[in-house]
């Protein structure tokens, strides 16, 4: 898909990409209609606000108009992504600065998987990106506490069958590997009693803000790591990353997930 205002596509988003029951991931959608802005290239930031949940196995309808995106089903508007601009790290000098967690390397975070709360209380087991899948089917990334820190992460091994047509991973991907961790990690990065409060699966992603900078590549080894960063009343704010083995940053978000009304 390319970007141009006033072109029209339409979309289905296969049951494989699910999230909750009968809806999309949050994160492949974002990364779908990032990718479907600024024509798969990687310039600028996006920001893509979930407005509603996005059904499966649906014909949905993308539009550009102006600078902007939006996803529709019939006259609901389900989804909008903009560019934004955003300054990297805490020197950047932008009042909306994305500071990306830590670099965790490959070793670490494969490890802190063991402490991935979801292999025994998984609110949401069929979601494509954390879900319990069969290997090669999902992502698998399962974002447990790293010892010490207030992080969470994951080994990411990229399976082959995710790559399109042209053997690459599509940026879809790896919005949806930068969706979950920001959601894992609001349960609490440790084991300290009372961080379980707040379950991955009682809040929906509201926003997620993005921007990846170099290619994901199939059969690799990756490190996802995740932050929470904040709460105001229903909202919880969480940074997440994906890096090279070597820590050179591959892609970045900021997240806002909401939790329902009491």
């Given amino acids: ?91 950047s000098g932008s009042a909306d600065a994305l500071t990306p967690p830590p670099f965790v390397p490959f070793n670490d975070a494969a490890r802190a998987e063991d402490g991935f709360r979801g292999r025994h209380r998984h609110p949401i087991a069929g979601c494509f990106a954390c879900g319990l899948r069969e290997p090669g089917d999902g992502l698998r990334i399962f974002p447990g506490p790293v010892e010490g820190t207030d992080l969470v992460a994951a080994g990411w091994r990229v399976p082959v069958g995710v790559t399109d047509e042209h053997g690459v991973v599509p940026d879809s991907i790896i919005w949806s590997a930068l969706d979950c961790a920001t959601g894992w990690v609001q349960y609490g990065s440790s084991e300290e009693p009372g961080t379980d409060s707040v379950p991955a699966g009682s809040a929906l992603l509201g926003r997620l803000t993005g921007q990846v900078f170099r290619r994901v590549y199939p059969l690799g080894s990756y490190s996802v790591v995740a932050r929470a960063i904040g709460r105001e009343g229903r909202k919880l704010h969480g940074v997440s990353a994906v890096y090279e083995v070597d820590g050179t940053l591959v892609a970045a978000a900021k997240a806002t997930w909401i939790t329902p009304r009491p």
């Fill in 1 to 91: 898909m390319t970007a141009a205002a006033g072109l029209r596509t339409v979309l289905s988003v296969p049951e494989r990409f699910r999230g909750p029951e009968g809806i999309a991931n949050g994160g492949w959608i974002a990364g779908t209609l990032a990718s479907s802005l600024t024509g798969g290239g990687h310039a600028s930031a996006v920001e893509v606000t979930l407005h509603k949940p996005v059904p499966l196995e649906t014909e949905v309808t993308i539009e550009h108009v102006g600078n902007a995106v939006t996803l529709n089903l019939g006259d609901q508007h389900l989804v909008e992504a903009i560019p934004v601009a955003l300054g990297h790290g805490a020197g």
